[in-house]
DNA sequence: GTCTATAATCAGATAGAC
DNA sequence: GTCTATCTGATTATAGAC
């Protein structure tokens, strides 16, 4: 029945160009120019060969979107293994412009099914990793230091985090200071000065 | 030089059509949906009565912010006269759907440039209005509960608000119940319990 | 297994008619 | 002041050639 048309070997070499040029436009046009011509063009090839790696677009989304969250998690282990884990979560979700291109998958989401099931799955595994070492950490330092469940000191920080992110790619930066100030400082009373940033 | 074509009026009766049209669609389905074509259809119009009412799409895209955005201030200035206004703040930023639309807003805005200053002018001045009202309210509470600055007790709660709303969307709910109840904790502990919803 | 020729549809925008 | 006929180009997707 559905689709008799075949598509090509999920290693073949131009799969991977076409993946890295998706991601590079949408990342820096927004997910509504990622187009199969200018994935293309970006990619140097013809622009049927989208389809013929890809079935529909939004395969393409997702394929993108998968191989960026398979390589977040190996990241995050990494990070995670830090004595600071809280102080590494910040860094990186204030810092990474991988925080970007999740805005844009998660918008992208809103109105996919596939994907954003997609997008919740992966998240709750990023979210299982880390209550798991946070609770962990959070025991070491000693209980009731705020009486802060780990998965809610999570979720503060990620929040903050994100809408940081979001405000400054819109040019916005009132309460930002002061904000990462006393982030910044619950996180030194918790898990004290932080150490230089991790490696890779 | 520039476009000498002539625009409909700003006060004619399809204009706002056109927008209620284009508003429900990028709800529904994305900006991405949000094509001359499918706004006209879903106004029962002709597809080229978008361009008479506004020259560009972006220009669309404009006004539905505006619109919306003056709307929202004038709501917003209505729920801080609330006797507890982080209370009203909390409730209106998880619980209204108007975070999804500026979710899409913010999204779009993300790679055009205009649609994002304005979108940063609108936010400063929800945000100004808000800290003066909650600056106020800290004072009246006594200060000192946890020394956050008002500002910082805005951003704070908005990061968190806004965190949930999107999870919430994509199906998540891991963390939520956890985080909603240390946060209420902290506005009961300011403002007491939450008296019943404001009117509007 | 890899790619191309081609179909069918849809897009934004404008000039000009009422 | 309001709307329509129409141009031009882009987009997804498939069937079929190498």
Redo the contacts between chains.
């Keep these: 029945m559905a689709s008799a048309r075949r598509i090509g070997a999920p290693d073949a070499k131009n799969r991977g160009v076409l993946l890295d040029a998706a991601e590079q436009l949408m990342l820096?046009?927004?997910?509504?120019?990622v187009t199969s011509r200018r994935v293309a063009q970006k990619a140097g090839l013809k622009p049927q060969l989208v389809h013929y790696y890809f079935r529909t677009m939004d395969d393409l989304f997702m394929a993108v979107f998968r191989r960026r969250a398979e390589q977040g998690l190996r990241y995050q282990a990494e990070i995670l293994k830090s004595p600071q884990p809280l102080w590494a979560l910040w860094k990186f979700h204030t810092e990474s412009p991988d925080t970007?291109l999740t805005?844009?998958f998660?918008?992208?989401?809103?109105?996919r099914k596939e994907l954003?099931?997609e997008?919740?799955y992966y998240?709750?595994r990023f979210?299982?990793e880390q209550?798991k070492v946070v609770a962990r950490a959070l025991e070491r330092y000693g209980t009731g230091v705020h009486e802060?469940?780990p998965?809610?000191a999570?979720?503060?920080v990620?929040?903050?985090?994100?809408?940081?992110v979001?405000?400054n790619?819109?040019?916005?930066s009132?309460?930002?200071g002061?904000?990462v100030e006393?982030v910044e400082r619950y996180l030194r009373q918790l898990e004290g000065e932080p150490a230089i940033s991790p490696g890779t």
């Design positions: 820096e046009e927004g997910y509504a120019a970007a805005m844009e998660t918008a992208l989401a809103n109105h954003r099931a997008i919740a998240a709750e979210r299982d209550s802060l469940p998965v809610v999570i979720v503060l990620m929040g903050v985090a994100q809408l940081l979001i405000e790619t819109l040019g916005m009132s309460g930002h002061e904000t006393i």
